[in-house]
């Protein structure tokens, strides 16, 4: 009979345990002018404010305001957020979407890589690097399905999944794993690679812009002299408040998107804790303020950590930041298609400062920003042999200032003024967005 009564009261208390712990998320659309105000309540744990940051992320949403407030056993974080047109959310299915993604962060931190093989890359950069790469993978049979690439301070990290072009699935033949790994470390190595290239296959599942900032932090790019002088004003301090025991980061730089993610990414990875935050943006720029700990409850204890966590910030910041023109492929997918590219681009002596490699319903989506071999614009005659031979309707440009400084003479520019305004690969992927079939179209 004891039993009998035991269970539902257990029952009810495992009910409690879950209520607690699961985020309680309010959306208001009528308290803010110009932006959807979202507000997270939820007890205290370990990565709460990066998970909720990376929902937001994820689902294109730009975070113009925001507050942080973590002492205690709760948490408090408010967002003020726009679509990337600068609007308020309306549709009542982003909405939902929001909803259900931030009340169950605690369950989906990572994304599934079931039926792929992921492949991890870093190395020293340099131009026709990623047409090598491809180029193997392809010549193995290979099928690259995703990929993300960034490079900084003349690193590059990279993020591949794969399937067997064979059998469709994931490869799981190891003596092919080992000579894959082999043959990119020997082309990521190269004549004069100062440092050791690392191939590995990942088992662990991690959000993949995360992962990158894991590899490129790992391979230490923060610790480099930079190639070239960022264009934009980028300033990161860190103080300690004696009084309450805090260690204050301050950044001041250009807004993007994505930027709070890297930030508080990096703080997480490097074991700090954020109690308190404050995010604003103007057209002028961005201003972030953090209160952070270690994980052990204490401050930064001296300079060198302090520097440290400066240098870490600013790689952090700098490694999306992409000045080059940004090209769409959108094109039907075959065997070999993306190896073909990156071939042509290297042929043109055309360097690939970040890529996103998709492909969805049979179709390859892929992003690219590029420079010359110098880090400069590409001229605009350059592009258009690219486009001729890749075709002009797939390969567009997206970048129309970053094009036009590249273009010698107005003829030049007005030749794509077509390409440059309309950008069909965008297009589709918001229908895609919109249906569900992809998580991202910017």
């Known amino acids: 009979m004891m039993q009998m009564y035991r269970r539902p009261f257990l029952e009810e208390y495992e009910k409690l345990v879950v209520r607690m712990n699961t985020p309680r998320v309010m959306i208001d659309n009528a308290g803010c002018v110009n932006a959807t105000r979202i507000m997270i309540d939820s007890a205290k744990k370990d990565g709460i404010l990066l998970d909720a940051v990376q929902v937001l992320t994820d689902l294109n949403l730009s975070i113009k305001k925001g507050y942080v407030s973590s002492d205690g056993r709760w948490n408090m974080d408010v967002f003020h957020v726009t679509n990337l047109d600068g609007s ?5 299915s982003i909405i939902n979407c929001i909803e259900q993604s931030l009340g169950t962060i605690h369950r989906t931190r990572s994304k599934s890589i079931d039926g792929m093989t992921a492949l991890e890359l870093t190395g020293t950069d340099r131009v026709g690097l990623l047409s090598e790469v491809f180029a193997v993978l392809s010549d193995l049979s290979c099928d690259v399905v995703e990929s993300k690439v960034w490079t900084h301070n003349g690193r590059i990290a990279a993020l591949i999944y794969l399937k067997d072009c064979d059998s469709g699935f994931s490869i799981e033949d190891s003596q092919k794993i080992y000579r894959i790994e082999a043959r990119l470390r020997n082309v990521l190595k190269g004549d004069n690679d100062i440092r050791s290239a690392k191939t590995s296959v990942s088992v662990a599942v991690t959000h993949t812009e995360r992962r990158l900032h894991q590899m490129m932090f790992a391979d230490r790019d923060y610790d ?17 408040c004696v009084e309450k025991e805090y260690s204050v980061v301050n950044i001041q730089c ?5 930027l709070l993610f890297d930030v508080v990414c990096t703080l997480t990875d490097m074991q700090y804790v954020v109690f308190h935050a404050t995010i604003n943006t103007t057209e002028d720029g961005a201003y972030l303020e953090f209160f952070i700990r270690h994980i052990d409850g204490t401050p930064i204890s001296s300079e060198a950590e302090k520097q440290r966590v400066i240098l870490c910030l600013r790689g952090a910041i700098e490694r999306r930041a992409s000045d080059g023109v940004r090209l769409e492929l959108l094109k039907p997918d075959k065997p070999g298609l993306l190896a073909e590219v990156m071939r042509t681009f290297r042929e043109n002596a055309i360097n690939v400062t970040q890529a996103e490699i998709s492909t969805t319903m049979g179709m390859a989506l892929n992003i690219f920003y590029i420079t010359d071999a110098v880090g400069l614009p590409v001229d605009s005659k350059v592009i258009d042999s690219v486009r001729e031979r890749i075709g002009s309707g797939y390969l567009r440009v997206k970048e129309v200032a970053a094009y036009e400084k590249a273009g010698s003479d107005e003829e030049n520019r007005g030749s794509l003024g077509s390409a440059v305004l309309v950008s069909l690969g965008n297009i589709l992927r918001r229908n895609l967005y919109n249906l569900g079939l992809i998580k991202s179209y910017s």
């Open 254 to 258: 250009k807004d993007r998107p994505k």
């Open 88 to 92: 308020k959310l309306t549709d009542d």
């Open 224 to 240: 480099r002299t930079p190639i070239a002088k960022t264009q934009h004003s980028l300033l990161v301090s860190v103080q300690n």
